[in-house]
C-alpha cells in the first residue's frame, strides 16, 4: 500500500455544482482511475476510508455525492454508529431524497463524472473502472451501460433492485455493457432475492458479458460498512480481494 492524498472537490454538472472526494496515491502520477458509487448513507468517514485504500492499492478514486441536488455533504445527518435502531428514521428523510435521483439524473452526472475524470491528470488516459455499494451498485450497473466506451471494468456490492421486473431495472442496459462485471450479493437480502439475482446473471450471459456473480454466505445486506451494524470482516476482505483481482485485469 502506498502513501495517498485525499481532498474535497467540486465537479460541475448540468444540474450545479457537485462535492465529491478525490483520493490517489501522493506522488500524483497518473493512475488508473474508479469511480467510486456511495450506498444511501452517502460520503462519510467510513466510506472515504475505504476509497483511500482502494487508492493505496495504486489508483485514483472518486466519490461524488450523488445526491448534490439536494445540499452538499451531509445531506442527511448520520450517528458515528448507524445500528438499526436508527435505521428508520434516517431513511425517513432520505426517502424522498433517493426517489428524487432518477435514472435520467443520475446519467446526466455519470457524463460528468466521467468527463471530469478524463481531464484529471492523476488518472490515467482510458476507460475507467466502476464500483458501487448498495444503492451504488445499481448506479455502476447503469453507467456501464450508458457510457460503455468508457467503462473497463463494473462491480456491484450488496446491490439492491439490481434486477426488477420494472421497465427502468439496472439490469436492461445489460445487451450494452461492454466492461468485465463481479457483481457480489449479500446473502437473503429482500432487496436482491434469488429470483433477482437470477434475472440480473441471465441478462449478462445473454448479452455475453464477462462476468461473475457470487452470494457471501451468511452476510448481510451492506456487509462492507464498516460504520454500520451490517458490517463484515469477513466478506469484506472477501469483497477487497474480487475487486482489485477485477481492476488488476481490467485497467
Known amino acids: 500500500m502506498t502513501a495517498t492524498v485525499g481532498t474535497a472537490v467540486d465537479i460541475p454538472t448540468a444540474d450545479g455544482t457537485a462535492d465529491a472526494y478525490l483520493t490517489h496515491p501522493a506522488d500524483g502520477g497518473p493512475r488508473p482511475a474508479v469511480l467510486l ?23 485514483t478514486v472518486l466519490v461524488p455525492n450523488v445526491f448534490h441536488r439536494s445540499g452538499r455533504t451531509p445531506v442527511v445527518e448520520l450517528p458515528e454508529f448507524i445500528d438499526p435502531r436508527a435505521r428508520p428514521e434516517i431513511f425517513e428523510r432520505l426517502g424522498p431524497v433517493m426517489r428524487s435521483l432518477t435514472p435520467d439524473r443520475a446519467m446526466r452526472d455519470a457524463d460528468a463524472w466521467l468527463r471530469w475524470l478524463a481531464d484529471l491528470p492523476e488518472a490515467a488516459d482510458g476507460p475507467v473502472a466502476l464500483v458501487g455499494y448498495c444503492m451504488g451498485a445499481g448506479l455502476a450497473l447503469r453507467t456501464a ?74 452476510a448481510h445486506h451492506g456487509y462492507t460498512q464498516a460504520d454500520t451494524a451490517a458490517y463484515d470482516a469477513e466478506a469484506t476482505e472477501r469483497h477487497w480481494a474480487a475487486l482489485l483481482d477485477l481492476l488488476k485485469r481490467t485497467v
Open 37 to 59: 458509487y456511495m450506498d444511501a448513507f452517502g460520503l462519510r468517514p467510513s466510506l472515504r476510508a475505504m476509497a483511500d485504500r482502494l487508492a493505496g492499492a495504486g489508483y
Open 145 to 218: 451501460g450508458t457510457f460503455p466506451d468508457r467503462v473497463a471494468a463494473v462491480a456491484g456490492f450488496h446491490g439492491a433492485n439490481l434486477a426488477t421486473d420494472g421497465p427502468d431495472s439496472p439490469h436492461l442496459v445489460a445487451g450494452d455493457i461492454t466492461a468485465e462485471a463481479y457483481f457480489a450479493h449479500a446473502d437473503q437480502d429482500p432487496g436482491m432475492d434469488a429470483e433477482q439475482q437470477e434475472r440480473l446473471a441471465a441478462a449478462l450471459t445473454a448479452a455475453g458479458v464477462r462476468h461473475r456473480c457470487e452470494v457471501y454466505p451468511g
